[in-house]
């Protein structure tokens, strides 16, 4: 089992910056995937950024060049800097972990709301 405590959402105005930030314990591999995930009401669940365990970053078309990953991988922490953020970022984040052995798990998802 692994367990994943989100923390940084919050209320902010158009234009802004959050900080997500996603701590993992338990079963870590040493090969693995963390991420974060969006759902907006109504909507499915979408990848938003992952990072895997050699670094290697991926991110949603729409968040490109505003929202910026990093993990660190002593304290097994992954952040998401989201800059910039629109109206339409605001969505429930979950914080992600994928073991390549085939095991993934969830954070209880925290609350990003942007206005403007």
């Known amino acids: 089992q692994v367990q994943l405590v989100e923390s940084g959402g919050g209320l902010v105005q158009a234009g802004g910056s959050l900080r997500l930030s996603c701590a993992a314990s338990g079963s870590i591999s040493s090969l693995d995937t963390m991420g974060w995930y969006r759902q907006a009401p109504g909507k499915p669940r979408d990848m938003v950024a992952t990072v895997t365990s050699g670094g290697s970053t991926n991110y949603a078309n729409s968040v490109k060049g505003r929202f910026t990953i990093s993990r660190n991988g002593a304290q097994n922490t992954v952040l998401l800097q989201m800059n910039n953020l629109n109206p339409e970022d605001t969505a429930v984040y979950y914080c992600?972990?994928?073991?390549?052995?085939?095991?993934?798990?969830w954070g209880q998802g925290t609350q990003v709301t942007v206005f403007s």
């Open positions: 992600y972990y994928y073991s390549w052995s085939g095991s993934n798990f």
